[in-house]
């Protein structure tokens, strides 16, 4: 767009008598504005041959969070049931038992979306650094991420047990990538097969 609209001068409605009307631009009726100063670009900038789609990185952070505050909302109910279980049997009513309400509700909720954040940056940091070595970003990555992150968090109870975790996260992130990719086009899922088999 040219600069020229700067050496016009700004209309507020009327048309001045100096100038002619054609020059005269309508203003919008509800922002008191002059439609010259508005240019018609592109909302986002995207450097050339960058990605047009949030990498992992950027995507660790929502993943992190989404999966803490999961974590505080499964906990806290079950930390409300066990509460009310627990009250319920000790015969505990009017201030006791709330304040022993919400003790079982903040306690097992803060558990929980501890637990359930470690794992999700566990998960993620694995993501970004088999993005950075490998070069790609692809479902080996996501499915070797949640092996791994199975392994990690089970190591410090035993072999027997840090397997079993590094099973199930395996097991879950293959869950996880069958369902996106079936959850796609055909096209997805016959490159993918040809890609690795």
Not at 29 to 54: C, H, M, T, V, W
Not at 72 to 81: L, M, N, P, R, S
Not at 125 to 154: C, H, M, P, S
């Amino acid at each position: 767009m040219s600069d020229d609209y700067l050496s016009k001068p700004l209309s507020f409605g009327a048309p001045s008598p100096a100038l002619p009307s054609q020059q005269v631009q309508p203003l919008s009726p509800y922002l008191n504005y002059d439609a010259r100063y508005l240019q018609s670009q592109p909302e986002f900038i995207f450097p050339e041959g960058a990605s047009k789609q949030r990498g992992r990185f950027e995507l660790a952070f929502s993943q992190i969070g989404s999966s803490a505050m999961i974590g505080a909302g499964i906990g806290g109910v079950a930390g409300f049931y066990n509460g009310m279980r627990a009250t319920a049997l000790a015969n505990q009513t009017g201030k006791l038992r709330r304040t022993q309400m919400l003790n079982h509700v903040m306690k097992q909720g803060a558990a929980t979306a501890n637990t359930l954040g470690t794992i999700a940056v566990m998960y993620s940091a694995f993501g970004v650094l088999l993005q950075w070595v490998r070069g790609e970003d692809d479902e080996v990555n996501t499915i070797a991420a949640g092996g791994a992150t199975g392994l990690l968090y089970k190591s410090t109870a035993g072999l027997r047990k840090c397997a079993l975790g590094g099973g199930i996260g395996l097991a879950l992130s293959s869950l996880y990538v069958l369902w996106s990719v079936s959850g796609g086009s055909s096209k997805k899922l016959k490159d993918l097969r040809s890609q690795y088999m």
